[in-house]
Structures are given as structure tokens and as C-alpha cells.
């Protein structure tokens, strides 16, 4: 079925501490993975994606990885600021059209 | 980047009246626009997906007649609530995909700043 599990539901750290949210999907023929942050009463941003041909991406602090075969996707955010705090939710494709999101994971990143 | 606009960014209106709130793609061609609700502290619900030129695709458990979409343009997708209730007052959000995107951009999609709907 149409499933995308997220963990953890919150997430506490300490600012310079890294974060990591982890995601599973069930179709085996999505191959694109975004990831969301949302503030507050505010859309939700994509801050990196991953297509299934590249097990790793990295942009700057954010990095994603990808296990195709687990069916597994993570985020991991280094040296976190308090601005990084907010709700972060992971999305995959089905059906090759529309996208199913998690359920998303509040960061709270404590100075 | 892709810019999406929704209006209006909030809306208060009394049970059982009808609510129509636009999303617009305003610097690219969307021919598919997606709609999504959100409750408080939950994540993205997909309510259907509008087809420029043809009838939406609607989600398990979300029903067409009282959730019409129309998609008239490549620019513009309409939800219209009709008969709203209190329990219909949440955060609508639309998405759009950019048709002239080149390989790996016609998976992004690109999110309106949504609409607050709250029924008395």
C-alpha cells in the first residue's frame, strides 16, 4: 500500500550536535526521495532530494542517503543551529505521479 | 525557482457556506497540481490530484462533490469547499509541478504558502 513510516516523531539536540530523521517506503519503483522542512504556519520547503541512481547526496550541513534494497532513506543534518529547528518531513513518489509523506518529526535544537 | 501563490491566506466563513481558494503557478506550466490538507501538529494529507483539462483524481475517503477542484489552465487549479463545516477548518496547501522542467526537476514539486480555513 501507500506507506512512508518516519522516525523519530521528536527529536532533541543540542546545538553542534547532528540530527538524523530516517524514513522506509514500501514501493519499490519509487525512485525519488524529497525532504521538507516546515516552519510554523508555513509551507513546507524542499532543502534536498535523492533519485534512486546515487546512494548519497550532500549540501552543505544537510546530507541524504538512500538504501534501495532496505527501502530505507535517511537525513542527516550536522553541526545543527537553532534555526534548524522545525518539522522535517520526508516524501516518496507513487505510482510514479504523486508523493506520500511521512509523518514528519519535530527537531528542537536547544542553544 | 518555481514560485506557486494561493489566495486567499486565510478565509473565515459560517457552516454551510461554499469557500474557493486559487493556486496559481506564476513563472512556469503546471500540468499537474496537487492538493493536500494538513490538521494541527499532522502531516501533509493528499486530497487529489488536478489534471489541467481533465477531471481530478481524488484520494481514498475524500469526496469529490463536496471537494470540487478545477483546473482550467496550465496556471490555475480551484478548490472550492462547498457546504463547509467546522470539522472541514484546516490548513489547505497546493503543489505544482513544473511541465518545462529537464531531467530531474519534473519530480519537484513546488509549494503554495497555503490557506487557512476555519468554519464557525
Known amino acids: 500500500g501507500e506507506n512512508v513510516e518516519q522516525h523519530p516523531s521528536t527529536l532533541s539536540v543540542q546545538e553542534g550536535d547532528s540530527a538524523v530523521i530516517k524514513c522506509t517506503y514500501s514501493?519499490?519503483?519509487?525512485?525519488?526521495f524529497p525532504w521538507y522542512k516546515q516552519e510554523l504556519g508555513k509551507r513546507p520547503q524542499l532543502i534536498i532530494d535523492?533519485?534512486?541512481?546515487?546512494g548519497e547526496k550532500k549540501d552543505q550541513r544537510i546530507a541524504v542517503t538512500l538504501n534501495k534494497t532496505a527501502k530505507h532513506f535517511s537525513l542527516h543534518i550536522t553541526e545543527t543551529q537553532p534555526e534548524d529547528s522545525a518539522v522535517y518531513f520526508c516524501a516518496a513518489p507513487f505510482n510514479t505521479d504523486k508523493l506520500i509523506f511521512g509523518t514528519g518529526t519535530r527537531l528542537q535544537v536547544f542553544p | 525557482g518555481a514560485v506557486v501563490s494561493q489566495h486567499p491566506s486565510w478565509v473565515i466563513c459560517k457552516s454551510g457556506t461554499s469557500v474557493k481558494i486559487e493556486c496559481r503557478s506564476l513563472?512556469?506550466?503546471?500540468?499537474?497540481m496537487f492538493w493536500y490538507r494538513q490538521f494541527p501538529k499532522q502531516s501533509l494529507m493528499l486530497m487529489a490530484t488536478s489534471n489541467e483539462g481533465s477531471k481530478a483524481t481524488y484520494e481514498q475517503g475524500v469526496e469529490k462533490d463536496k471537494f470540487l477542484i478545477n483546473h482550467a489552465s496550465l496556471t490555475l487549479s480551484t478548490l472550492t469547499v462547498t457546504s463547509a463545516h467546522p470539522e472541514d477548518s484546516s490548513f489547505y496547501i497546493c503543489s505544482a509541478r513544473d511541465l518545462a522542467g529537464g531531467q530531474g526537476t519534473t519530480d519537484t514539486q513546488y509549494f503554495g504558502p497555503g490557506t487557512r480555513l476555519t468554519v464557525l
Open positions: 535523492i533519485r534512486s541512481n546515487v
Open positions: 514501493d519499490s519503483a519509487s525512485n525519488y
Open positions: 513563472d512556469f506550466q503546471a500540468t499537474t
